[in-house]
């Protein structure tokens, strides 16, 4: 069943954390366990079946996915959402998890973290940093990064999509929350120079913009390594 963001009610607090820059809690009623910053839902498990997508732009993703993937890095973790899903979905994949947030990370390998399927590597990194430092290319990336007031300005830079270009050798997923016109056209802009094709999908009813480039290797970034 899909978790209703209008009429979503929790039985239990699991876990809140109070900060000056804000708050997370992980609460739960009989269906459903989700993960919310300052009081905003930003992921959502079934507890009776943890791979399958409950919120409506993950499941837009989800529809981008290619058939087959073996390699794959997520940027940026949240709930954890997808990474169950791809977890189950190709089990003997190699899945590596990138996230900036170590209470985030915690909270995943507390209450999200699947219980069947793959066992996805955790990275406490920076995106970039980590794509700089990695050898090895993915088959598909999935870009899913986000500061307190939407996308980070990484996403809207080059250097990050320069560093892409040298570790994907397939498949770019952009999970974007673009706050104005001209940050969803830079996006769309990098993506398009710096991999290849990118075609953009809207979610009905939401401000998610999914951006899913295909990489081409004759494009100005250099070719995978590893």
């Given at each position: ?10 039985d239990h607090l699991l876990h809140l954390s109070a900060k000056p820059e804000r708050r997370v809690s992980v609460l ?199």
């Open positions: 069943m899909d978790f209703n963001l209008q009429a979503y009610q929790a739960e009623n009989a269906r459903h366990r989700w993960l919310e910053m300052d009081g905003v839902v930003q992921s959502a498990m079934s507890l009776h079946q943890p791979a399958r997508l409950c919120l409506p732009h993950q499941r837009s993703i989800a529809e981008q996915l290619p058939k087959q993937a073996s390699r794959i890095l997520e940027l940026g973790l949240g709930g954890g959402d997808l990474t169950r899903h791809l977890a189950a979905r190709w089990p003997d994949a190699h899945h590596d998890c990138v996230d900036l947030d170590a209470e985030i990370l915690t909270l995943f390998q507390q209450f999200f973290l699947p219980s069947s399927g793959g066992s996805p590597r955790l990275h406490h990194a920076d995106a970039l940093h980590f794509l700089h430092q990695r050898q090895e290319s993915y088959d598909l990336v999935l870009l899913d990064l986000f500061s307190q007031d939407g996308n980070p300005l990484l996403l809207f830079q080059a250097p990050l999509y320069q560093a892409l270009a040298s570790r994907l050798s397939g498949t770019l997923i952009i999970n974007l929350l673009p706050r104005t016109r001209l940050e969803q056209a830079q996006a769309l802009r990098l993506a398009e120079e710096w991999i290849g094709p990118t075609h953009v999908h809207d979610v009905p009813g939401y401000r998610n913009v999914i951006l899913h480039a295909t990489r081409q290797l004759s494009l100005g970034g250099r070719a995978p390594a590893g």
